[in-house]
């Protein structure tokens, strides 16, 4: 199983991007599935959360900018993100718990930058 990010690179302050996370590989279903976030030096932070449902929650932070979503059918995780401020900068991480043959796993992607320019 394998979590792959896309959708990050440069943008100004005031912005937009749109972040992807795609699962592959065999599996049954997937749970829940997060956006997480690091800046440098910095501790990972939890940004999205989505449950298999719909339900979501923010971080603060990103309330009102930010938008997660997900597509079951593509088993496909999206992060919108609007009015991006230069403190947005960091490594965006996707998280999901994917239901397997030994259970339910916790996986991670390999992280997309985002920078946002002053």
């Known amino acids: 199983v394998q979590l792959v990010e896309s959708g990050g690179g440069l943008v100004q302050a005031g912005g937009s991007l749109r972040l992807s996370c795609a699962a592959s590989?065999?599996?049954?279903?997937?749970?829940?599935m997060s956006w997480y976030r690091q800046a440098p030096g910095k501790q990972r932070e939890l940004v999205a959360h989505?449950?298999?449902?719909?339900?979501?929650n923010y971080a603060d932070s990103v309330k009102g900018r930010f938008t997660i979503s997900r597509d079951n059918a593509k088993n496909t995780a999206y992060l919108q993100m609007s009015s991006l401020k230069p403190e947005d900068t960091a490594v965006y991480y996707c998280?999901?718990?994917?239901?397997?043959?030994?259970?339910?796993?916790?996986?991670w992607g390999q992280g997309t930058q985002v920078t946002v320019s002053s």
């Open positions: 998280n999901a718990g994917i239901m397997v043959p030994t259970g339910l796993e916790d996986y």
């Open positions: 590989g065999s599996f049954f279903g997937i749970n829940a």
């Open positions: 989505i449950v298999s449902g719909g339900r979501t």
